[in-house]
């Protein structure tokens, strides 16, 4: 429950944590020792201002990111679903396909695509299992399967080999990284600031600096989370995009039969279309 708990709210509780030590810093440290040097002024609004307008371009820089490589697992699905049913029609036609091996193939694009995750994105495993898929494409034109049917089936397996590479890349590129070091050399500023500023009364001066970092602190987090949406693991938040798609289809692929109507009313149309 508490593990559930917090992999849901990871960054909550972790800026909570950070919020907490800068308290006890401003409280037990700074305000005993006197060491509060600065007066609070108008221009601490300014400051605080300039910090959310430099999130906030960051903050729209990875989302944008994060909605393209939200829809990439789809897209991956989409055309593995589409192999692996055209892989049913050939069987249909040509008894001597062997469908399983194709099977076999798909889903380990899928579980390699995961691996590669895992490993930061630092593997390549999914765009040599992808390459796999050839051997049974070639196996369908030497049965042959039309050309123009091969074809379509490349296309597939390139707009597969597209979307691996776009996460490969959302994963390992990082968006403006100079920017997001401006940002929080920044919010140290700003949080500085307000460490060392004399806030009457103190109540107020504590809430003024929980709410301000509280702000901050989970902005910086959450850039960064977004950042990198992929995240597979022990580290993962309810921020990642969702891979449930692949999850789920992973297995599927084995299946070499489908008595579903319309699936068999599918593979006679395609059948009838290839004759």
Do not use: W
């Amino acid at each position: 429950m508490l593990n559930k708990f917090y992999k849901n709210y990871r960054l909550l509780v972790d800026t909570a944590i950070i919020v907490v030590g800068i308290l006890l810093l401003k409280i037990l440290v700074v305000e005993s020792l006197s060491l509060e040097f600065f007066s609070l002024s108008s221009l601490f609004t300014s400051i605080i201002a300039g910090g959310i307008f430099i999130a906030s371009i960051l903050l729209g820089g990875v989302i944008a990111d994060f909605k393209e490589g939200d829809k990439l697992p789809a897209e991956i699905i989409a055309a593995i679903e589409s192999i692996y049913e055209d892989g049913l029609y050939v069987k249909k036609l040509r008894e001597s396909f062997n469908v399983a091996l194709l099977c076999q193939r798909l889903n380990a694009v899928i579980q390699s695509l995961r691996e590669d995750l895992n490993m930061n994105a630092s593997g390549r495993k999914a765009i040599a299992a992808l390459s796999q898929l050839s051997e049974s494409l070639l196996e369908m034109e030497r049965l042959g399967v039309p050309a123009n049917y091969i074809v379509r089936l490349k296309q597939e397996q390139s707009a597969i080999r597209k979307a691996v590479f776009r996460i490969y890349h959302i994963q390992r590129i990082r968006f403006i990284p100079s920017a997001y070091i401006l940002l929080q050399t920044f919010v140290g500023l700003i949080i500085g600031l307000l460490i060392f500023t004399k806030i009457e009364p103190p109540l107020d001066g504590s809430i003024l600096v929980a709410v301000v970092s509280y702000l901050f602190v989970y902005i910086l987090k959450l850039i960064r989370k977004i950042d990198d949406p992929f995240s597979v693991g022990e580290k993962t938040t309810m921020d990642e995009v969702s891979l449930f798609l692949l999850r789920e289809h992973h297995g599927r692929a084995e299946k070499t039969e489908d008595d579903s109507p319309p699936v068999q009313a599918r593979a006679r149309k395609n059948a009838r279309k290839i004759r």
